[in-house]
């Protein structure tokens, strides 16, 4: 039995090795440097990564990658920086349709009287396929190779992402009244359940999770059902908590209690949950959201805009949260560009704490790659270029004016790098984008049928236009 298992291993490799003992690939990376987030090798000069079925197998110089095998394909990487793919640990994929529909307004007042009126009346089948369409166009040109999704019609948002070829943890939404295709919590969360059963180990690039939507929207007793039904099926759930001052004084009215520590009360903070905006926690409520494990999603630009606040980002990290970030929908930030939330991100939080070392450029990098993949539960994955890991990466071309001349990669990166210089895309091994060349998605099709719909949402919705 021995002998037979030792002679199927012998011949795997040998299927491996190619002539003159070189391993086969699928494909070899090549970059001037390799930004690895791997503490035990950070930068690699002249680095080189080697795929194989979708996987990272080797990172090293480019010689001795060369030396060591043989790929179907190499890319070269003159002038670039390789580094993993950007984790958005929160975005509302399909919201892109709205994108530009509402600004210069407050939360509440943007959701209730304008974005949730128009989901009511335009969130359909396919408003989600056209926006989902879209929002993956968008995150592949900007260098997001994962995102969560957290909103309606999530089989057809699946069957896009699986078309284009991205990886996404997609958690369709759940609320206390009438939401698209929707009469109220019971059947939207049935929905989602069947959903998550669906899709659990289905694919491992469609990661099903739950999403109620917030503590101010869902009953203390659907929150319970929501968090028990994620350790039943073991999947990640995703919630906006503590988003605004608004939503503070109204849940202590009503749970008498501030929304972290409310959700405390209901026996809900794990490592499975990760919570989007919590821009307004207590002090002891970060220390609670520290020893429970939650993560944290930080989304400055849609903070910013629809004048949230300042989440306390470096107390957090003080205290040890996972911190990830992300774009939030493209109705309230206006665009899904991870490269614009990097840089506020860095920026913000030294303004606002006269600390030019708090949040330095390392970290902020960290947060939109391994910082997000931990937030999700899966840095064991993606989030750094690892072996083993899956093959997710991006290269950036550093030849523009403004990334002239080259002292810093990691500051380059978070200071000056824009969603345009995102030169290729690779998820899972394959690429998506080559020289911001597009091979998954129809572009010239998405862009007819985006302002098909678009007609439409103006004529009904803002005649006056
Ligand atoms: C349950 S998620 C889908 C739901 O959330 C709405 N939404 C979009 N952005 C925000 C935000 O910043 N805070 C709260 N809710 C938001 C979206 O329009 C969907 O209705
Ligand atoms: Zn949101």
């Known amino acids: 039995m021995f002998v037979f298992f030792t002679?199927?291993?012998?011949a795997q490799n040998n299927y491996n090795l190619g002539t003159?003992?070189?391993?086969?690939?699928?494909?070899?990376?090549?970059?001037?440097?390799?930004?690895?987030?791997?503490?035990?090798?950070?930068?690699?000069?002249?680095g080189a990564v080697a795929i194989r079925d979708g996987k990272i197998v080797a990172i090293d110089t480019q010689d001795k990658i060369k030396a060591s095998y043989r790929a179907r394909r190499t890319l070269p990487g003159e002038g670039m920086v390789l580094m993993p793919g950007l984790v958005n640990g929160h975005s509302h994929s399909a919201m892109v349709l709205?994108?530009?529909?509402?600004?210069?307004?407050?939360?509440?007042d943007w959701l209730q009287n304008y974005i949730f009126p128009a989901e009511g009346k335009f969130v359909d089948e396919n408003?989600?396929?056209?926006?989902?369409?879209?929002?993956?166009?968008?995150?592949?040109?900007?260098?997001?190779?994962?995102?969560?999704?957290?909103?309606?019609?999530?089989?057809?948002?699946?069957?896009?992402?699986?078309?284009c070829g991205l990886r996404a943890m997609i958690a369709p939404s759940s609320i206390d009244f009438p939401s698209p295709?929707?009469?109220?919590?019971?059947?939207?969360?049935?929905?989602?359940?069947?959903?998550l059963k669906r899709w659990k180990g289905k694919s491992d690039r469609i990661i099903p999770a739950l999403a109620p939507h917030a503590p101010y929207t869902v009953s203390p007793e659907h929150l319970t059902q929501a968090i028990r039904a994620a350790r039943h099926y073991d999947v990640p759930l995703t919630i906006h908590l503590a988003e605004t001052q608004t939503e503070v004084q109204d849940v202590q009215q009503r749970y008498n209690a501030t929304p972290v520590q409310h959700l405390e009360n209901l026996g809900f903070l794990d490592p499975r949950v990760f919570a989007a905006h919590v821009v307004w926690p207590?002090?002891?409520?970060?220390?609670?959201?520290?020893?429970?494990?939650?993560?944290?999603?930080?989304n400055p630009d849609s903070n910013l805009k629809l004048?949230?606040?300042?989440?306390?980002?470096p107390a957090m990290l003080k205290a040890g949260i996972k911190v990830g970030l992300g774009t939030d929908g493209a109705a309230?930030?206006?665009?899904?560009?991870?490269?614009?939330?990097?840089?506020l991100t860095a920026l913000i939080h030294k303004g606002t704490t006269l600390d030019p070392t708090a949040v330095p450029a390392k970290t902020v990098l960290r947060m939109a790659t391994l910082g997000g993949a931990q937030a999700l539960g899966l840095a064991d994955k993606i989030g750094a270029i690892k072996t083993g890991f899956q093959a997710d990466l991006i290269q950036v071309h550093l030849q523009e004016p403004h990334l002239l001349p080259l002292y810093d990669v990691t500051s380059h990166l978070v200071y000056a790098a824009d969603a345009k210089d995102v030169d290729t895309v690779i998820v899972n091994g394959e690429v998506l984008m080559h020289k911001r060349e597009m091979l998954t998605v129809d572009i010239n099709k998405i862009r007819r049928e985006v302002v098909s719909i678009g007609e439409k949402i103006k004529a009904e919705f803002r005649p006056s236009n």
């Not at 957290?150 to 699946?158: G, L």
């Not at 207590?282 to 930080?298: D, F, Q, W, Y």
């Not at 930030?333 to 840089?343: S, T």
């Open 127 to 163: 408003f989600v396929r056209v926006g989902e369409q879209l929002a993956c166009w968008e995150m592949i040109r900007g260098g997001t190779t994962t995102f969560v999704d957290m909103y309606f019609e999530p089989e057809v948002a699946a069957e896009v992402v699986d078309e």
């Open 332 to 343: 309230s930030n206006n665009v899904l560009d991870m490269w614009k939330a990097i840089r």
């Open 20 to 46: 003159q003992g070189k391993q086969n690939v699928q494909l070899i990376v090549n970059s001037d440097f390799v930004v690895t987030m791997d503490e035990a090798q950070p930068v690699i000069k002249n």
């Open 181 to 195: 295709g929707f009469q109220g919590w019971d059947d939207a969360f049935a929905s989602s359940v069947n959903f």
């Open 7 to 10: 002679q199927i291993v012998i």
């Open 307 to 313: 004048a949230s606040g300042f989440a306390p980002i």
């Open 282 to 298: 207590n002090e002891s409520e970060i220390a609670l959201m520290a020893k429970r494990g939650v993560g944290v999603i930080h």
């Open 98 to 108: 709205f994108r530009g529909l509402a600004d210069d307004l407050a939360l509440e």
